[in-house]
Each structure stands twice: as C-alpha cells, then as structure tokens.
C-alpha cells in the first residue's frame, strides 16, 4: 500500500502540475464552442467527442499522476537490470512503434485490470512496473 502523506500528494501534485499541466481553459473553450452548436445529430457527436477527449485527459493525467507517486515511494523499481541482451537493446534504443501496434491484436489478456500477482508480466514490463 502506498503512503498516503499529505506533503507528498501535496509534493506529486505540484509535479503533475509542472510536468504535465491540466489544459483546462482549453477545455472549457473547446466545451463552449461545442455547446453552443446547433442542435442536430451531428452536434450530439461532436460534444460526445468533446466529452472523451476531456474524459482522456483527466485519466491520462491520473495515471501520470500516479506514476510519479510509485516512483517517489517505490524507487527501487526504477533499478531493476534488463533479464537478457535482448531486453537491455531495447531499452536503449526502444521498439519499432509499428511493431508494437502490428503485435496488439496477439496479445493474450490486454484489457485486464486486476491482478493477484503484482509479479505477472504484461506489456512489457510487470504489473506493478
């Protein structure tokens, strides 16, 4: 479980802030343009559009979030060594993206969530990073 000190969510926040800042008065442009469309059939899509993309963002953001909260209290997982030559390339150097994208569909279990063993390998990496 991680520490919930309210100096380092305080500390986390700040950094999301910092490293990835909210575009609120985007969203709020972009939700009164949307808003104020005529109401018809196209425009019902266009604001359910505008609905997700605020809905992506905020998750994006909340994992990020996240993220930096594992790596504050978690650093030893940052550590971990490549397990072969293979794995220590492509951290070096990354993965063809269109790989990655061409492989999507042969992965076994990607839309799980919840898992027992934090240890379990997925995507590249574990579950729990």
């Given at each position: 479980m991680l520490p919930l000190d309210h100096q380092l969510l305080e500390k986390m926040e700040e950094q999301?802030?910092?490293?990835?800042?909210?575009?609120?008065?985007?969203?709020?442009?972009l939700g009164l343009i949307a808003a104020n469309l005529p109401d018809d059939e196209k425009t019902a899509s266009i604001r359910r559009l505008v609905l997700d993309i605020d809905d992506l963002l905020a998750q994006a953001r909340?994992?990020?979030?996240?993220?930096?909260?594992?790596?504050?209290?978690?650093?030893?997982?940052?550590?971990?060594?490549?397990?072969?030559?293979?794995?220590?390339?492509?951290?070096?150097?990354?993965?063809?993206?269109?790989?990655?994208?061409?492989?999507?569909?042969?992965?076994k279990d990607v839309d799980r969530v919840f898992y027992s063993d934090l240890s379990t390998h997925r995507l590249g990496g574990t579950v729990a990073g």
């Open positions: 999301l802030r910092l490293n990835c800042p909210s575009p609120e008065s985007d969203l709020i442009g909340w994992h990020l979030g996240h993220a930096l909260l594992i790596m504050e209290t978690q650093p030893y997982i940052l550590e971990e060594k490549p397990a072969s030559d293979i794995d220590g390339l492509i951290q070096k150097s990354g993965f063809p993206t269109s790989a990655l994208l061409l492989l999507r569909g042969y992965v």
